[in-house]
C-alpha cells in the first residue's frame, strides 16, 4: 500500500514533535508535512487519518483506542476497534525497558522493542506477493530504545480460521470427498511456497506455526476453487528480516511448522508434498540431497512436541 499525504483533513505522512505537530489545531505553524525534529513519526492511510477527531495529538490519540483487547501485557496491547464503520487491528508497544534488552542481549537474542519490526515485515511480504495483513498506519515516538513507544495498524481479516482451527478435526475425521481433499493438498502447497519465498528471500517468522495462517471462510470453502483461497500471514512482530536467512533459523521455522502440524492427521505423503513444494525439486532429489537439514527440522518439532505435550509423537 502506497500512502499519501494532502487533502482534506489529516496529512497521510505525519512529523509530529513536543509542540510542533504539522496538524491543523495545534499551533504548528509548518503547516501539514515534515517538521523541525526527528523523534516522532506517524505515517497513516488518508482515508483512516481523515477520520480522527479535529485538534488532538494523533499519537496520543492512538496510543489511547479503546476497543476489544487480545492482549494485554506489561508493554504491549493487542485490540480490535472500530472507525466509521470499519474494523482494524492496533498493537501498541509503550516500551519494553532495559531490563528486557539486556536480558535478550545476554541471551543472544536480539530485542524486540517496538512494532518497527511488524510493519517493515507487512511491507516486505507484500512487495513479495505474500498475503498479509493490510498496513493502515504505523508510528513511532522516542529516541530511547528502552522507552520507545511504537504502534501499528492494520485493517481487521474478517470471517477467518486459523489453520489450527480449521484443520484440527482432521486427525479424528480427515477429508474424504475430492473438494476436501484438494483443499488440504492446495493448503500444504501454499504454505509450502509462501515459506520458500519468505526463506528465499531473507525473511524468517520465528513463530512459525499453523495458528498464525488466517484462512478465509467467507462462503462455502469447499466450493470454492482451490486456487482462490485466501491464506494470510499474520502475528509479524518477531519477524526477522536480513539479506539472506542463516539455515539455523530456517530449521526453526520449518521445525515449528511440523510441530504445529503433528495434530491435524497429515499424512506422511502430506509431508512429502510439502518437501517437493518447499525444496521445489522431486522427493527422491530433496531426499538425497537436503537429508541433513529435513533432519534438522524433524529434531526440532520433535523436542517443541515434548517440550508442550511431554511425550514423543506418534511415529510418523
Known amino acids: 500500500m502506497q500512502f499519501s499525504g494532502g487533502g482534506g483533513g489529516v496529512s497521510g505522512l505525519l512529523w509530529q514533535f513536543a509542540t510542533c505537530t504539522g496538524l491543523a489545531g495545534t499551533g504548528c505553524q509548518h503547516g501539514r508535512g515534515r517538521c523541525c525534529r526527528r523523534d516522532v513519526m506517524i505515517e497513516l492511510d488518508p482515508a483512516f487519518a481523515a477520520g480522527l477527531p479535529a485538534d488532538v495529538d494523533p499519537f496520543d490519540y492512538i496510543m489511547q483506542l479503546d476497543g476489544e483487547l487480545y492482549r494485554d501485557v506489561a508493554n504491549r496491547r493487542t485490540l480490535r476497534f472500530e472507525q466509521q464503520g470499519r474494523r482494524y487491528f492496533l498493537k501498541a508497544h509503550y516500551g519494553v525497558g532495559w531490563k528486557e534488552i ?18 517493515l515485515a507487512i511491507q516486505r511480504l507484500e512487495q513479495l506477493g505474500v498475503e498479509t495483513m493490510t498496513l493502515v498506519g504505523h508510528g513511532q515516538r522516542g529516541r530511547n530504545p528502552a522507552t520507545r513507544q511504537s504502534f501499528v495498524i492494520t ?21 474424504v470427498t475430492r473438494a476436501g481433499i484438494l483443499l488440504k493438498r492446495e493448503l500444504i502447497n501454499r504454505i509450502a511456497k509462501i515459506s520458500r519465498i519468505m526463506h528465499g528471500n531473507g525473511i524468517n517468522h520465528r513463530d512459525y506455526y499453523i495458528c498464525h495462517f488466517l ?9 470454492k476453487p482451490p486456487d482462490s483461497l485466501r491464506l494470510s500471514l499474520i502475528d509479524l512482530h518477531r519477524v526477522q528480516l536480513r539479506r539472506h536467512t542463516p539455515e539455523r533459523w530456517i530449521v526453526k521455522d520449518v521445525g515449528g511448522l511440523y510441530f504445529s502440524s503433528m495434530r491435524i492427521g497429515l499424512t506422511r505423503r502430506d509431508v512429502y508434498r510439502f518437501m517437493i513444494a518447499y525444496r521445489g525439486k522431486p522427493l527422491r532429489a530433496t531426499l538425497a540431497e537436503d537429508a541433513r537439514f529435513w533432519s534438522r527440522c524433524r529434531l526440532r518439532a520433535y523436542s517443541l512436541y515434548h517440550s508442550f505435550y511431554h511425550e514423543l509423537p506418534a511415529a510418523d
Open 102 to 119: 539486556f536480558k535478550n542481549l545476554l541471551q543472544l537474542k536480539l530485542p524486540v522493542v517496538g512494532a518497527r519490526n511488524e510493519w
Open 155 to 175: 485493517e481487521a481479516l474478517e470471517e477467518t480460521a486459523s489453520l489450527e482451527d480449521f484443520c484440527g478435526a482432521w486427525e479424528q475425521d480427515p477429508p
Open 215 to 223: 484462512l478465509d471462510v467467507s462462503g462455502d470453502v469447499l466450493a
